[in-house]
């Protein structure tokens, strides 16, 4: 069973997972917010601007509550935020969720998203 915790700081090997912050910015454009091959299958477009990206870290950082679940992806080891992980659908009576992730194109295939999906899994079910 799921008990709402919110986003809270997660530590896995390489990565810390957390919340969002305005400073994120130039970290989030640049390595992926406006890259068109990152973004191909997501419900968003690149981003032209990195204005745009400071109106949406904006806006995520208001929305963060008890039941709201999306963590900025920092590699410990360069200190940068380089992808996300959320829940986009959560199903309480079913005992399920959707999660959405992405990450900068440099990154996949090095196991972030595996690396970020069992924390994300284990913080959400298992503590």
Same mark, same amino acid.
């Given at each position: 069973m799921l008990s709402h915790k919110g986003t809270e700081a997660i530590n896995a090997d390489r990565l810390l997972l957390r919340r969002f912050e305005l400073s994120d910015a130039y970290d989030m454009f640049k390595n992926w917010?406006?890259?068109?091959? $990152?973004?191909k299958?997501?419900?968003w477009k690149p981003h032209s601007s990195i204005e745009v990206t400071k109106e949406i870290l904006e806006k995520w950082g208001n929305e963060y509550n008890n039941n709201i679940y999306n963590w900025a992806i920092e590699l410990k080891e360069i200190g940068e935020v380089i992808g996300s992980i959320c829940i $986009?659908?959560?199903d309480e009576k079913n005992y399920s969720c959707e999660i959405g992730y992405c990450t900068s194109?440099?990154?996949w295939g090095k196991g972030i998203m595996s690396e970020s999906l069992k924390a994300v899994i284990d913080y959400l079910f298992l503590k």
């Amino acid at each position: 069973m799921l008990s709402h915790k919110g986003t809270e700081a997660i530590n896995a090997d390489r990565l810390l997972l957390r919340r969002f912050e305005l400073s994120d910015a130039y970290d989030m454009f640049k390595n992926w917010a406006n890259d068109s091959e $990152v973004t191909k299958f997501l419900s968003w477009k690149p981003h032209s601007s990195i204005e745009v990206t400071k109106e949406i870290l904006e806006k995520w950082g208001n929305e963060y509550n008890n039941n709201i679940y999306n963590w900025a992806i920092e590699l410990k080891e360069i200190g940068e935020v380089i992808g996300s992980i959320c829940i $986009v659908k959560l199903d309480e009576k079913n005992y399920s969720c959707e999660i959405g992730y992405c990450t900068s194109r440099i990154y996949w295939g090095k196991g972030i998203m595996s690396e970020s999906l069992k924390a994300v899994i284990d913080y959400l079910f298992l503590k």
